[in-house]
């Protein structure tokens, strides 16, 4: 009996080194989310100063879209603003916007500066991106025309994320 007992610390050591061997095939770039396949939360955000119009969950029904959470304080979102800006120049699919926990006169000068690649932009003090389970800015969503969330990419947008993942996913869901 004693002899098994001298055996425990290596069964234990295998039985982690097999744990941590298994965990590399794990892609630590992507964040699951629980919301895939899943209907967008309802929210109704308003808009930012000097906008008539804000942002919500019906605006997502009847065409693929993507949705955006960004602020003026990322220093990512600046780099992903150009990737966006061209997307929505192609007109492939609308691209909505939610200004997450940013000041409005903030939100507006940089849209000011940078340019506006949104349809709708909502100002959001950080609830709504707890429903949609935002990490942190930048993340982007694919909502079908169900207003289902299909894809969540976190972290900013890469012309290569889009021309590789975003616009064959859009193409497939518009069929």
Known sequence: MNRWLYLLPVAVFALIAAGFYLALGTDTDVLPSALINQEAPRF????LPGR?????NADLQ???SLVNVFASWCVPCREEHRV????AVSKRVPIYG?????RGDAATAWIAE?????TLIGADDGQVGIEWG???VPETFVVDGTGHIRYKHVGPLTQADVDRTILPLVARLEK
């Open 44 to 47: 109704a955000l308003p808009p």
């Open 52 to 56: 008539e119009r804000g942002f919500s």
């Open 62 to 64: 009847g065409t693929v």
């Open 84 to 87: 966006l800006s061209a997307l």
């Open 98 to 102: 939610i200004d997450y926990k940013d």
């Open 114 to 118: 940078l340019g506006d690649p949104y």
């Open 134 to 136: 935002v990490y942190g």
